[in-house]
């Protein structure tokens, strides 16, 4: 196995999972207190959704800063390789937990919205410390 150093942005993944748990914990916890046990775990499976958009995004943006020999034209296809599999994850996991597990859908989508608030917030003090 190959040790690689840690990276900025390998702490600034883990602070976004750990930021998405926090929220995901506290909707889920306000979804157990106001509704029933089958809605928190829902919330649950829709953090998890946001959790791995989280994560594939972070492949791609990982696999793009190992690569700073591509030409503009080859980043933008990267670019709109990850933004299709990113959908096409969200869309199929949408569908599993909604059509086949029958999840709660109000539950499970607030719980990805959760999960992205944690994207969005992390993505601007990633910003903002530029």
């Known amino acids: 196995m190959q040790d690689r150093a840690v990276t900025p942005l390998d702490t600034g993944i883990r602070r976004l999972f750990l930021l998405q748990i926090g929220l995901v914990a506290v909707t889920s916890a306000v979804f157990l ?3 029933e046990v089958f809605s928190a775990v829902s919330v649950w499976y ?3 959704i946001a959790a791995l958009n989280g994560l ?5 943006l990982h696999r793009d800063a190992q690569a700073p020999q591509r030409s503009p034209q080859q980043s933008l296809v990267a670019v709109y390789v990850c933004v299709v599999q990113r959908f096409l994850l969200v869309a199929l996991l949408f569908g599993l937990g ?3 597990l029958k ?3 109000l539950a499970v989508l607030t719980g990805f919205v959760a999960g992205q608030i944690a994207l969005v917030i992390w993505g601007t003090n990633a910003l903002t410390k530029k």
């Open 46 to 48: 829709g953090g998890g």
């Open 98 to 100: 909604l059509g086949a």
């Open 103 to 105: 999840l709660d859908p």
């Open 33 to 35: 207190a106001v509704f």
């Open 56 to 60: 594939v995004q972070a492949r791609c």
